[in-house]
């Protein structure tokens, strides 16, 4: 955490401009007090990823968790619940690309592609 915000010399120091670390975790004992122990197989990340790195936006998650949390990472609503687009599909029963190509083919955003898709796979038979 520290060498990625504060460090320039770290290769991905740019992927980290305008965080911040809380003061409060200048000193080690206070971050092992709001953190705890690290848990096996996993490592630190901001639950917001806008955001910086402090008791309230941190937790311990796994490289999986980590990897469906990040800026690139595409949220949708399915049934009044925000969920990874990958999610979405799954529950809808078709693959991602499949909800990509619904919105290329009608020029929706992709949103509007899964409500179409939503509709058409979710509608009462």
């Known amino acids: 955490m520290?060498?990625?915000v504060l460090n320039p010399q770290d290769r991905d120091r740019l992927l980290y401009k305008g965080i911040t670390i809380s003061p409060r975790?200048?000193?080690?004992?206070?971050?092992?007090?709001d953190m705890g122990d690290?848990?096996?197989?996993?490592s630190l990340d901001r639950t917001d990823n806008s955001k910086g790195y402090a008791p309230e936006n941190c937790r311990w998650?796994?490289?999986?968790?980590?990897?469906r949390?990040?800026?690139r990472t595409v949220w949708v609503m399915v049934?009044?619940?925000?969920?990874?687009?990958?999610?979405?599909a799954a529950r809808l029963?078709?693959?991602?690309?499949?909800?990509?190509a619904e919105a290329r083919r009608k020029t929706l955003g992709i949103q509007a592609a899964v409500d179409s898709v939503a509709a058409r796979r979710l509608q009462p038979q």
Not at 61 to 67: C, L
């Open 2 to 4: 520290r060498t990625r």
């Open 93 to 100: 029963g078709v693959s991602y690309a499949a909800i990509y």
């Open 25 to 33: 975790w200048d000193a080690f004992d206070n971050f092992y007090e």
């Open 79 to 88: 049934n009044g619940e925000r969920v990874i687009l990958k999610d979405a």
């Open 69 to 71: 949390n990040t800026r």
């Open 38 to 42: 690290r848990p096996e197989g996993k």
């Open 61 to 67: 998650a796994t490289r999986t968790e980590q990897n």
